[in-house]
């Protein structure tokens, strides 16, 4: 993983993304045990969302360093990587708001477990549910905190219906 930060780091230095942030079930292993995952999915936001080929110049980036795409993902180190540029206002502020990890002596942004519980709970996949307790259930996050994440974001239903059903509550 110290190969995927310090590229993106390289990415964010060289102006082909204006900046990222590990998400996904990586970056759930910062906050709770470890995971099963076969990659690692980055939020990333870039100079020109407004072009049609978004991901091109990353492609590209990684291309020209020696790191070949393989399907959706580039393959950087044992790491097959999948870049997504942020598609919302929630993903956008995820990374806006990202934590700085240290990785190996390299920065590493991580979107926070607040964050990541809540584009978990926007996405609703069966996986996505599993994500949000167990951040919950490690205590890196306040069912509070994603309750008012998820207002700002007009999520408050998606919560509703996660408390619910999962944790047996009302708000």
């Known amino acids: 993983m110290k190969d995927v930060a310090a ?7 060289a102006g082909v993304i204006r900046d990222y942030a590990l998400f996904g079930a ?5 906050y ?3 995971v099963a995952t076969l990659d690692a999915d980055v939020l990333v936001a870039v100079p020109s969302p407004d072009r049609i080929d978004v991901p091109g110049p990353i492609y590209d980036y990684c291309r020209e360093r020696g790191y070949a795409p393989e399907g959706e ?14 598609f919302s206002d929630l993903t956008r502020a995820a990374v806006d708001m990202a934590e700085t990890a240290d990785f190996d002596g390299v920065p590493f942004r991580v979107v926070s477990a607040d964050y990541l519980a809540v584009i978990a709970l926007s996405v609703g996949r069966a996986k996505d549910m599993t994500r949000v307790l167990a951040l919950l259930e490690s205590h890196t996050v306040a069912a509070e905190s994603i309750r ?12 509703k219906r996660f408390r ?3 944790l047996d509550e009302r708000d």
């Open 26 to 30: 990586a970056a759930q292993m910062r």
């Open 148 to 159: 008012d994440l998820a207002r700002r974001h007009g999520l408050l239903e998606a919560w």
């Open 164 to 166: 619910s059903r999962f």
């Open 32 to 34: 709770t045990e470890a």
């Open 73 to 86: 993902a580039v393959r950087i180190g044992a790491w097959p990587v999948q870049f997504v540029p942020v």
């Open 7 to 13: 590229l993106l780091n390289a990415m964010r230095d």
